[in-house]
């Protein structure tokens, strides 16, 4: 276990190396630079001393390895730099987004699962009676409506008819106001969530369908344990594997999914921080958030794998 | 083996029951937060919407809804709209625009040109502080404009200021800017926030890029970048009694939402500049617009190509309905412009080769510039700086087609659309400029000698260079109008660009606001928020 632990640790930082490379590549791709982005036409007002002057504070002109140096070796000593844009440290604006974020994340991966698990086992225990043709239904329009258009239209409808709009009023942390917190979270945790219970879902009506009529399962049933415990402590766990794999892979894209809700939302997490920065070429900001990213979405992977482990011990070797 | 067994049967046990734990508290966490949610959006949004409104009112904290964010604090280096309004409300200038575009005094009293309009002289007024409690004095403007004019500042104004040979202080309330040549729209620049007065401590300390102190109604209380910007009532104000205790401008990253804030009465004010989200807002808000000091262009550089030829512009400038733009870029919410869209000296807003589309007219130019089947020619737009462009591009392409011009159009991503427009790098480009009551301000930088923007504008004349110059030394507004004139009917005869129109901005108030008057400069257009009340 333990050295399966660094092999997955040490694939993650070499994965995350090549991540920081990408990101910095493509940025220094991207047409324009700091100074284009931060002043649009008006940077061509300045006169040639004043673009000398941001050239230097911008360090524009720097070899890529220099840059790349610099900000890797201020990275790994824990300094994340400083936004360019806004003339403040890139930790104190990452440290202020980042637990809106993951709140975000947990909640709407909470709702998520709870949709997928709930719909997916009553949906396969009853094929195609009620309970799975609203399952499906939610599934069907989890997976076909975008997020962006389900956030839109319930802020919209939320504001419009009952005049509820509580993320628009400045986001607020739970330990300050846990009843606001929660109301400004659930929905876009709600909008997120859809999407994952449909995917979540699909797969736990399918995996449940697969070892409902296993022997274990009938051995169970003719032991005359209750239907109860049966479909929760025998059959949810033989299927969760495919359910865990499915969450895992979910997580993953619900990191990015969080940029659209946040914006939609006005949620001020790293999503709307990652889209401000990339539209001012704040190299130093989107790099770190990339990296955030990167490493949540590499880091859930390396979870998912242990997790494997843990619920069904055959695949430990 | 046995044991291994058991073993394994425990773990599957503790497995079972922590995936039992996990769904009820997951299934208990959705319900109470569907249930919150529920009921907030139920009954309790009632309560929850006076209480806010009562809340508001009490504590007077007035939320200003905008897509954009305040980037920066320092006056002197923003370029952002929002940056300008925001800081408008902390920081002050010499002499300001009032509702109608005349320049009034402001931190100036009184103003006076001498020595052949070589020296401009201001008296300061008394009794001025910044936040600080600091009094306001000449050694502060000596100050402010040498910071400015300073290139590492990289002040975005600054050429605004180029004829500025020295200011220097003739007594405690009083400054003289030594000119090098007469330059009477050096008064227009300085209404800009880029020429704010700051105080001469501060700029000596350098912490005005992270600590705003101003000598303006409002005063800075916090910042919190890409999400708010906090002002608080000054209580050194000099200009009378600021009625609100404090304004936070909230960072709503889509109109629709800002339109969903007002709603709910989360924001009392909603800047927009959509007109289809305006119309769609219920009959209780207040709008109030006014026409944005900006104008659409299809520049063109007249220089290499089928674009070098006069004709083939005048058959585009014909061939072109503005109207039609209008309606179809903005709903028909502005106005068809000329070179000069606003204040005294404001031309017709029509083309005078073409007053409106002429298809025979504009067949007659192309048979003129010998291209009687027409031309082929490329423009470059963006909606990332200006979502109307597409909408633009259609329909002119369109209309130019009705004419035989062929238009490629390129929709760029905006900062490729901002490298290549700077660079000159297009046939034609859709633009949204900045206006401004001086035609100086307007066009010297693009049309006069020695212009930054000389290369984007892509037109060359010493015609058009000696109007500005003549124009800029002209002391009064009788004097300015027939030089003026003669530039507007150079640049439209000439068809150096097409002028297209000027769209409305507008700013959205919820019922309890009331006294809330929207001024048309960016630098003063929140400023009505000194004297607005919420009930």
Redo the contacts between chains.
């Keep these: 276990m333990v050295m399966q632990v660094a092999r997955r640790v040490s694939s993650m930082i070499v994965t995350l190396f090549g991540v920081s490379i990408i990101i910095f590549l493509i940025l220094r791709l ?3 630079n700091e100074v ?12 040639r ?6 050239d230097r ?1 911008y360090g524009i002109g720097q070899p890529f390895y220099a840059q790349y140096g610099s900000w890797l070796g201020s990275v790994l000593t824990g300094n994340l730099g400083v ?1 360019l ?4 440290s890139v930790a104190s ?1 990452v440290g ?1 987004a980042l637990p809106v974020t993951l709140e975000l994340a947990i ?1 709407a991966m ?2 998520g ?3 997928g ?2 719909f997916g086992v009553l949906g396969a225990l009853r094929p195609a009676k009620l309970l799975d043709d609203v399952g499906q239904g939610i599934s069907v329009f989890g997976l076909a409506v975008p997020t962006f258009v389900i956030g ?1 239209g319930l ?2 409808f ?3 008819v ?5 993320s ?4 607020v942390s739970i330990t300050v106001n846990p ?1 606001l917190n ?2 400004q ?3 876009p ?2 909008t997120l969530g859809l999407g994952i219970g449909a995917a979540v879902m699909r797969s736990t009506r399918t995996a449940m369908l697969e070892v409902i009529g296993l022997n274990f399962a009938r051995t169970a049933r003719g032991k005359g344990l209750s239907r109860r415990t049966v479909v ?2 025998h059959l ?2 033989a299927a ?1 594997v495919p359910i865990v794999t499915m969450s895992g892979i979910q997580l993953g894209y619900l990191l990015g999914g969080t940029v659209v809700v946040e ?4 949620l ?1 997490g790293l999503g ?2 990652l ?2 920065s990339i ?3 704040d190299f130093a900001v989107v790099q770190s958030v990339t990296l955030i990213y990167a490493a949540g979405f590499v880091f859930v992977n390396m979870l998912v794998d242990l997790l494997y482990t ?2 069904d ?1 055959r695949t430990r070797a | 083996m046995g044991g291994r067994r058991q073993s ?1 049967a425990v ?2 046990g503790a ?2 029951k922590l ?2 734990v996990a ?1 009820a508290a ?2 208990a ?2 319900a109470v ?2 249930g ?2 529920a009921s ?3 009954a309790a ?2 309560v ?2 006076v209480d ?1 409104v009562h809340r508001t009112a009490a504590t007077r904290t007035f ?1 200003v ?1 905008d897509t954009s ?1 305040v ?2 604090l320092d006056p002197d280096v923003v ?1 952002n709209f929002l940056d300008f309004q925001a800081l408008g409300l902390i920081y002050q200038q010499l002499v300001q625009y009032n509702a109608k575009l005349q320049l009034k005094p402001e931190l100036a009293t009184s103003w006076s040109y001498s020595d052949g309009n070589k020296v401009l002289t201001f008296q300061l007024r008394k009794g001025v502080r910044f936040d600080d409690g600091e009094p306001f004095n000449a050694a502060d403007v000596v100050a402010s404009i040498d910071r400015a004019l300073t ?9 605004f200021l180029s004829s500025v040979k020295k200011v220097v202080a003739t007594g405690t309330y009083a400054v003289e800017f030594e000119l090098s040549h007469p330059d009477n729209s050096i008064l227009t620049g300085l209404t800009s926030v880029n020429f704010s007065m700051l105080p001469e401590a501060g700029i000596k300390a350098g912490n005005l ?2 600590e705003p102190d101003g000598t303006g109604p409002f005063e800075f209380s916090s910042w ?5 910007f906090v002002v608080k009532r000054n209580p050194h104000y000099w200009g009378g009694k600021v009625t609100l205790a404090s304004v ?1 401008i ?5 109109e ?2 800002i ?3 007002l ?5 009392q004010l909603g800047l927009l500049t959509t007109p289809q989200v305006v119309d769609g807002l ?1 009959s209780g808000l207040t709008r109030h617009k006014v026409l944005g000091l900006a104008y659409r262009a299809l520049m063109l550089q007249d220089e290499h190509g089928p674009l070098a030829n006069v004709d083939n512009r005048r058959a585009i400038s014909c061939a072109i309905t503005r109207h039609q733009v209008l309606q179809d870029a903005v709903f028909g919410d502005g106005r068809p412009v000329g070179p000069v869209p606003i204040g005294a000296f404001a031309s017709k807003p029509v083309s005078v080769v073409c007053p409106t589309q002429n298809l025979k007219k504009a067949k007659a130019y192309l048979k003129k510039a010998g291209d009687p089947h027409g031309f082929t020619f490329s423009a470059i737009a963006s909606d990332a ?1 200006d979502p109307t462009d597409s909408a633009q591009a259609t329909v002119v392409q369109s209309e130019l087609s009705q004419a035989g011009i062929k238009m490629n159009v390129q929709n760029l ?4 659309y ?2 290549d ?2 660079a000159g790098k297009f046939q034609a480009a859709f ?1 949204e400029n900045g206006a401004n009551p001086s035609p100086y301000v307007m066009y010297g ?1 693009y049309f006069g000698a020695g212009g ?2 000389a ?2 504008a892509g037109y060359h004349s010493s015609t058009l260079q000696k109007l500005l110059a003549k124009g800029d030394a002209a002391s009064t507004t009788a004097q300015q109008k027939p030089i003026w004139k003669k530039l507007s009917a150079t640049l439209t005869t000439q068809a150096v660009w097409v002028w297209l129109f000027s769209a409305y901005n507008y700013a959205v108030t919820t019922s309890g606001v009331h006294g809330f008057q929207f001024e048309p400069t960016t630098t003063t257009s929140l400023i009505g928020l000194r004297t607005t009340k919420l009930s």
């Design positions: 991207l047409p324009g284009t982005a931060s002043l649009g036409v008006s940077a061509g007002l300045l006169s001393a004043q673009l000398a002057a941001l504070y936004s844009a806004s003339r403040t604006l202020a909640a909470l709702i699962e709870v949709i698990v709930v839109t802020v919209t939320l504001a419009s009952f005049h509820y709009f509580p628009s009023q400045g986001f009843w929660i109301q979270i659930f929905f945790a709600l929760w402590k949810l766990l969760l914006d939609i939302f006005v001020p709307r921080l889209l401000t539209d001012n070429r843990w619920i011990p | 394994n773990r599957a497995r079972t995936l039992r769904v997951g299934a966490a959705a937060t569907a919150i949610g907030s959006a139920g949004s009632r929850d919407r806010r939320v809804a964010s980037e920066k370029t290139p590492k500042t990289a002040d975005a104004s600054a050429s890029a992270t919190s970048p890409n999400n708010s936070k909230e960072t709503v990253p889509t629709q939402s339109a969903s804030a709603e709910a009465n989360t924001a219920p700086e991503a905006g900062t490729a901002v490298q427009w700077l633009a930088r930054n923007l290369v984007p």
